[in-house]
């Protein structure tokens, strides 16, 4: 039995204080089970299982390192499990394995590297693909459809990187986030004072322009941010 919630649960910072942690991981033992299960790809035990003792001392990493700028909680958290798991499971790439022979029971050690490191690219081939699913439905709110970006990206590189810097300073800028978020469009007068851009250039790539803005400010957008060479420390800074 799973106790606590299976999904992600209303979150206030609060809960992240010591003397109201305990309480909040009881609480989210649910989707710390359901996060780690679909990891593993199996049917978990709390009382068997390392990787969900893994799970929950890096839900309590998560507890400590984040703050609002790290944006959703469980989004972040979710990355500190998997990255944990990741780790366990290059670190035990050698494990002890039961075999049979000769109708005996025999405990030989059998080198898992090879089915390890394509237990790894299949994890992180689903992620991707998660990634993905999860940022065409967030484009779709901005009437935005993945395969329309697609040829609708710039291909020269000066100009992708011309872009990507007008992303970057208006991802910094709460007044930009906040009227992208809630009128759906970009505020184009305010980014072409922030960026010193010409009005032209900002309407050209209008899409594209958004779609860079939704990755750099959303933590769950590992891979995307790895393909645009998007490290943490650009953005906070």
Known sequence: MVSGLDEEQSFNIDDLFIENRNNFIEKSKGFIYSTTSKICKRHLSWENDE????????????????????????GFSKIIIKNSLIDFFRKNATCPSLMFSNNEFNIDYIDEKNSITNFEIQIENEFRVDEIN????????????????????????????????????????????????????????????????NRKLIEKWRIYII???????????????????????DINE
């Open 51 to 74: 990787e969900l003792s893994i799970a929950l001392t890096s839900f309590n990493v998560a507890c400590d390192k984040y703050d609002k700028t790290k944006g959703n909680f469980y």
């Open 134 to 197: 999860l940022f065409s439905k967030e484009l779709l709110k901005y009437k935005i459809n993945f395969d329309s970006l697609i040829n609708l990206s710039p291909s020269h590189k000066d100009t992708r990187n011309n872009l990507l810097n007008v992303a970057f300073l208006s991802s910094r800028e709460e007044s930009i986030l906040r009227h992208l978020r809630t009128k759906k469009r970009l505020p184009t007068k305010e980014i072409i004072i922030l960026t010193a851009s």
């Open 211 to 233: 779609s860079l803005i939704l990755i750099i400010t959303n933590p769950e957008y590992v891979y995307l941010k790895s393909y645009l060479d998007i490290k943490e420390g």
